[in-house]
T-cell receptor
Framework: DSGVTQTPKHLITATGQRVTLRCSPR?????VYWYQQSLDQGLQFLIH???????AKGNILERFSAQQFPDLHSELNLSSLELGDSALYFC??????????????FGPGTRLTVL | AQSVTQPDIHITVSEGASLELRCNYS??????LFWYVQSPGQGLQLLLK??????LVQGIKGFEAEFKRSQSSFNLRKPSVHWSDAAEYFC???????????FGTGTSLTVIP
C-alpha cells in the first residue's frame, strides 16, 4: 500500500460526458502527478501540482483539467469524453522537496471506460 | 525531444536465471533516471533511481541498474530471477526543468519455473 488513494476504482460512462477523478496523496506529500495509461499510448504524464500550484504540463488534452485543493487532494476533470479516453488513470504523490524529481508513490489507479 | 526506448516488449526467463532489461533515453543533459515495476492490477512501484554519482545503483528486491552516459542507457539487472518478479517494468526519465517525466513503453517479464 503506497498511501495514495484514488476514487473511484472503476468508472463507466458514455461519450460526451464529464467525470471527476479524485486523488488523496500520502500524508505530508505536497506534489501530485497525474498519468494516463492506455494500451496504444503507454504511460503518459499529464500534469504536476505542487502545494496547490500547477508546476508542469505533459500530454494533457484541453478537454482535461486538474486542480489541487488546500487540503492537498487533487481532482482530474475529464470532459466531452471520447472512446479514446478509456484508460487507467494514475495519481502519484511525492514530498516535492527535490524539485519534483523525488520518489513518486503511485495510487492503484482509476479505470475509466467510455462507451 | 526527450524520449525513452525499451526495445524489448516481452522477455521470458527461467526462474533462477539472470535478467537484463534494456532502456535507452534521449535527452540533452544528464537526466534523472528511474525504473518502476507494475504488477497486474497494481500501481507502479519505484525499484531504483539515478540522479548523480556512482553509476551503478542498487534498488529494492535485488535489482540494480547501471547508467552509461556514452550509450545513453540505463539497463536494469538482477542476478537471479524469482517467480514473483513477473510483472511489467518501466524505465522513466525525469527532465530537470519543468518537472516532467517520460516513460518507456514497458517490458513485460514472464518467469517460467
Amino acid at each position: 500500500d503506497s498511501g495514495v488513494t484514488q476514487t473511484p476504482k472503476h468508472l463507466i460512462t458514455a461519450t460526451g460526458q464529464r467525470v471527476t477523478l479524485r486523488c488523496s496523496p500520502r500524508s505530508g506529500d505536497l506534489s501530485v502527478y497525474w498519468y494516463q495509461q492506455s494500451l496504444d499510448q503507454g504511460l503518459q504524464f499529464l500534469i504536476h501540482y505542487y502545494n496547490g500550484e500547477e508546476r508542469a504540463k505533459g500530454n494533457i488534452l484541453e478537454r482535461f483539467s486538474a486542480q489541487q485543493f488546500p487540503d492537498l487532494h487533487s481532482e482530474l476533470n475529464l470532459s466531452s469524453l471520447e472512446l479514446g479516453d478509456s484508460a487507467l488513470y494514475f495519481c502519484a504523490s511525492s514530498t516535492g522537496l527535490a524539485g519534483g524529481l523525488d520518489t513518486q508513490y503511485f495510487g492503484p489507479g482509476t479505470r475509466l471506460t467510455v462507451l | 525531444a526527450q524520449s525513452v526506448t525499451q526495445p524489448d516488449i516481452h522477455i521470458t526467463v527461467s526462474e533462477g536465471a539472470s535478467l537484463e532489461l534494456r532502456c535507452n533515453y534521449s535527452y540533452g543533459a544528464t537526466p534523472y533516471l528511474f525504473w518502476y515495476v507494475q504488477s497486474p492490477g497494481q500501481g507502479l512501484q519505484l525499484l531504483l533511481k539515478y540522479f548523480s554519482g556512482d553509476t551503478l545503483v542498487q534498488g529494492i528486491k535485488g535489482f540494480e541498474a547501471e547508467f552509461k552516459r556514452s550509450q545513453s542507457s540505463f539497463n536494469l539487472r538482477k542476478p537471479s530471477v524469482h517467480w514473483s518478479d513477473a510483472a511489467e517494468y518501466f524505465c522513466a526519465v525525469g527532465v530537470r526543468l519543468g518537472n516532467q517525466f517520460y516513460f518507456g513503453t514497458g517490458t513485460s517479464l514472464t518467469v517460467i519455473p
